[in-house]
């Protein structure tokens, strides 16, 4: 069966530290996977995208991989703040629809 | 950027009622939005796509009796839930893509419902 999976205990590390997360995949060929934001009661906000052919992507202090071999990418968020305390949704389209992982809640602590 | 408005934020309702919630494209026109279902500490769930100017497509499981969709304009879609049950409390988001220039199904979502029934 298909599954998208994100490591369901929270990650708590301190301010100023590298977060790094993790999206494992299964049963999926995605062209390309996506990283959402989530604040609690609040709908989730689009990060980044990163396509099938491109190993890593760059936004500010983020950085995602992806390796199609693994079926897995990663999330990192350098230099890290209180304010990234956040819920973190990896996605993959299947047939035209887009299937969210579970989520990892990221606390950072001053 | 692309802005999705989603009224009302948080509802409580008695059993046995139906509550509408609207999902509405403010700066870009959205032939089709989609309708997820979010449990807590769970990840949110595609309930339906609304497409404007046809029915509604709902994933195995959904009741599209329960969960009525209409996509009434190119702004705007609604979610009925009719006859609540207290198994209908949930957070209800919409969301509209947007393909850009990367062709990927990039979602811009409401602020969500928050639904409480009674």
């Known amino acids: 069966s298909q599954k998208i999976e994100q490591n369901s205990e929270a990650l708590n590390i301190q301010e100023g530290k590298t977060a790094t997360l993790t999206c494992n995949y299964t049963?999926?060929?995605?062209?390309?996977l996506q990283w959402y934001r989530q604040d609690p009661g609040r709908g989730p906000v689009f990060l980044l995208l990163i396509r099938e052919n491109e190993k890593e992507k760059r936004k500010e202090r983020l950085k995602v991989t992806f390796d199609t071999t693994l079926k897995q990418s990663l999330f990192h968020i350098t230099a890290s703040q209180p304010a990234d305390s956040a819920t973190y949704l990896c996605a993959l389209e299947a047939f035209q629809k887009l299937v969210f992982g579970t989520g990892t809640r990221l606390l950072v602590s001053p | 950027g692309a802005v999705v408005s989603q009224h009302p934020s948080r509802v409580i309702c008695k059993s046995g009622t139906s509550v509408k919630i609207e999902c509405r494209s403010l700066d870009f026109q959205a032939t089709t939005m989609f309708w997820y279902r979010q449990f807590p500490k769970q990840s949110l769930m595609l309930m339906a796509t609304?497409?404007?100017?046809?029915?509604?497509?709902?994933e195995q499981g959904v009741e599209k009796d329960k969960f009525l969709i209409n996509h009434a304009s190119l702004t705007l879609s609604t979610l009925t839930v009719t006859s609540a049950h207290p198994e209908d409390s949930s957070f209800y988001i919409c969301s509209a893509p947007n393909r850009g220039n990367s062709g990927a199904n990039v979602l811009t979502f409401g602020a969500g419902s928050r639904l409480t029934v009674l």
């Open positions: 049963n999926y060929s995605p062209a390309y």
């Open positions: 609304s497409n404007e100017g046809s029915k509604a497509t709902y």
